[in-house]
């Protein structure tokens, strides 16, 4: 084999895709994945992870026909549709004929039948709905050759870990394993590492610090008045492409409505939002037709877009870590970005912990007169 493989694959890829150069994740994890090792991978958010295990994937199975072979788990309906994307890309661009199947939740059970009819070579879902048919003997578990897990360290929270082991303990011990997240945390390793003896662990610079290039403020208000100062202060920056974290369903739609009521080009994904809902807000966000974007953490997480400007937090998270995915949506390519956290005063304790956390300093802004300021009114 030649010295220069892993280089010269990996950049065919990406090249191909319309990218300058492998990033480290990409180029560390091709030959491992390719000769069939299990690879757990750590690396920052925007670094191309996705591409990081389907390229060695569909070099490996590129001559595999109408067999379920790969299966990759995701912890939301959006990032199962993010990957499929790529997925698709991929085989464009490289006349790779792989093809891929979502199966989520929230779409009808008969039509996903249908498509797995079909044999796609790859599956792409979340654990519930997968675990749903290959009990039902839709999924052929024992051809399955390699289990992804994307966003590995969001299906061993609490509230996924027993049905993402569910789905893993259907498949052949010799399975290929991978997971992948922007942070792999000590306790999904533990969780990990009873499904392999020996998996690579592979962390690229980066994953847990937030670029000098993003700014940090907060602006502190009444908790019953951060709508109406998100829709102030959205006037007052000149914002290209956004996006408004709030988490909770109720929370979410009503931003979405008092927004909507004022004329914003705005979408929301994630909530109660059904498949083709949240489709249409993604393409819409990432063509342009929608300036601003609502979003819980789940619903985000693993999401890529490009240009994004500013990033607006109304609610405030508990992990530091969630803080750091969410930041990082701005200021990609040296860009300068900006994130505006709107708080009570008791969410300071957040702000103070994500400084001390991150190693990152925010800055108090003031809204009033319709403008952003740097300084308390009258002084």
């Not at 009819?117 to 654990?127: D, V």
């Not at 739609?253 to 080009?265: D, F, P, Q, R, T």
Request: include cysteine; hydrophobic fraction near 35%.
């Amino acid at each position: 084999m030649p010295e220069n493989r892993k280089a010269n694959d990996i950049e065919t890829y990406v090249t191909k895709l319309g990218f300058k150069k492998a990033t480290e994740v990409q180029q560390s994890c091709f030959e491992d994945i390719l000769a069939g090792k299990d690879v757990f991978a750590q690396a920052p958010t925007g670094s191309g992870k996705t591409i990081a295990y389907l390229a060695p994937l569909f070099e490996k199975y590129k001559n595999v026909k109408r067999t379920n072979t790969v299966l990759i788990l995701t912890p939301t309906h959006e990032l199962a549709l993010q990957v499929a994307r790529t997925a698709n890309q991929l085989s464009a661009a490289m006349k790779i004929n792989l093809r891929s199947a979502v199966i989520v939740g929230d779409a009808g059970i008969g039509r996903q039948i249908e498509r797995l009819k079909e044999k796609p070579e790859i599956i792409i879902g979340t654990a519930t709905r997968i675990h749903e048919l290959i009990k039902k003997r839709k999924i052929a578990g024992h051809l399955i050759k390699t289990v992804v897990l994307d966003e590995g360290d969001k299906l061993y929270e609490d509230s996924n870990v027993y049905m993402t082991d569910e789905v893993v303990k259907c498949f052949m011990r010799d399975r290929q394993f991978l997971m992948f997240s922007a942070t792999l945390t000590d306790e999904s390793v533990e969780h990990a590492k009873k499904w392999t003896e020996n998996a690579l662990i592979k962390k690229s610079a980066g994953g847990r610090e937030i670029p000098a290039n993003i700014k940090h403020w907060y602006l502190v208000c009444e908790k019953r008045d951060k709508l109406a100062v998100l829709r102030g202060v959205t006037g007052a920056i000149r914002t290209k492409k956004a996006m408004i974290f709030i988490n909770g369903a109720n929370e979410s739609l009503e931003a979405l409505s008092k927004l909507h009521a004022k004329s914003y080009k705005v979408d929301l994904i994630g909530g109660s939002r059904t498949k083709e809902e949240r489709r249409k807000a993604m393409h819409d966000y990432s063509h342009g037709k929608v300036k601003y974007l609502i979003a819980t953490d789940l619903a985000a997480r693993g999401l890529q877009f490009d240009n994004v400007d500013t990033v607006f937090h109304i609610s405030m998270p508990e992990d530091s870590h969630d803080y750091l995915h969410r930041a990082g949506r701005t200021g990609r390519a040296g860009k300068v970005g900006r994130n505006l956290s709107i708080v009570t005063k008791g969410e300071l304790s957040l702000i103070r912990k994500y400084e001390k956390d991150l190693n990152i300093k925010f800055s108090e802004k003031y809204y009033y007169d319709g403008k952003l300021m740097d300084v308390p009114k009258g002084k």
